[in-house]
């Protein structure tokens, strides 16, 4: 999850330092994906369509701390898909900025007649590079369900308008069919069916639990006062039993959350596209709606 934006734009520069093609649209997948991340981290949460932030301290990334901040700064719990379609202004390029501080891109600055104009980006990291794309491959290949770290980069991949640029013409067409189902399926929720839950991280197994109550029998029963010490067992195990009831229903919760988070992302993400594209194609006479 962590890297999802910088693999948005690692994806849409194209080989010889072309411009992007899908600059417009790779804005909402990176709003996107700060929305998923941030739900991830536990900062916030999705009900009912809105973004409530549950934590809104820094969290020493740059990029999540200002989208944290225009939404605890919202005088109201903003809508996911109207805050996904409100780009934070140079969002591109900020994540451009940081990807060629740590060296996986290179900024080639270009002036003409005097006045800057868009700059080159080369791509310096290509082991990065082809292991976002293996990912992305992965997904796009695939033909069953999908995890929710799939179905967020799969669904915001989709909006970012990558699917066009990374598997064109006739032979990408099955690989474009797919992201837009898994962006379809993602954005209709977990009744769609195609959403499976990831183990949270830190988690722990419930059988440890049960070793640790078997050992405890087993100790207690090598001792002369079998019967209190199995008495204090019992009690140890309708804790851990407790416990453990406690630890599936928060881990239920969060992952609704998070769950919740990637679908309200990939759907704003999607929408704010093709509405984008809607009004160029008005403007310019040529376009499509959705």
């Known amino acids: 999850m962590e890297s999802l934006g910088d693999d948005l734009v690692l994806l849409s520069i194209q080989p010889g330092g072309r411009r992007m093609r899908n600059e417009e649209r790779l804005g909402f997948g990176l709003m996107g994906s700060e929305l998923v991340r941030l ?20 969290t020493g990334d740059t990029q999540l701390d200002a989208a944290l901040a225009s939404l605890a700064g919202a005088r109201r719990a903003p ?4 805050w996904v379609r409100n780009k934070r202004r140079g969002i591109n390029e900020a994540y451009q900025t940081r990807l060629a501080r740590v060296r996986a891109i290179r900024i080639e600055e270009r002036q003409f007649l005097g006045m800057t104009i868009k700059p080159r980006l080369h791509v310096t990291d290509g082991r990065r590079v082809a292991d976002a794309r293996a990912r992305l491959d992965a997904i796009a290949l695939s033909s069953g369900p999908v995890d929710i770290t799939q179905a967020a980069y799969g669904g915001l991949a989709h909006a970012a308008g990558l699917p066009e640029l990374l598997y064109p013409g006739r032979d990408g067409r099955q690989a474009r069919k797919r992201l837009a189902e898994v962006a379809k399926d993602t954005q209709a929720g977990p009744a769609a069916g195609e959403v499976t839950p990831l183990p949270r991280a830190g988690q722990a197994p419930a059988d440890d639990s049960e070793r640790a109550a078997i050992r405890a029998t087993a100790s207690a029963a090598a001792t002369a006062e079998v019967t209190e010490a199995m008495g204090h067992v019992n009690d140890l195990i309708g804790d851990v039993n407790q416990l453990t009831g406690d630890i ?43």
């Open 39 to 58: 739900a991830a981290r536990g900062r916030v949460s999705v009900n009912d369509g809105r973004i409530i932030v549950l934590d809104a301290a820094p």
């Open 79 to 82: 809508k996911a898909q109207t």
């Open 248 to 290: 599936h229903q928060l881990t239920q919760a969060v992952h609704a959350v998070n769950t919740a988070a990637v679908h309200a992302a990939v759907h704003a993400a999607n929408h704010a596209a093709s509405h984008a594209a809607a009004h160029a194609g008005h403007g310019g006479g040529g376009g499509h709606g959705h």
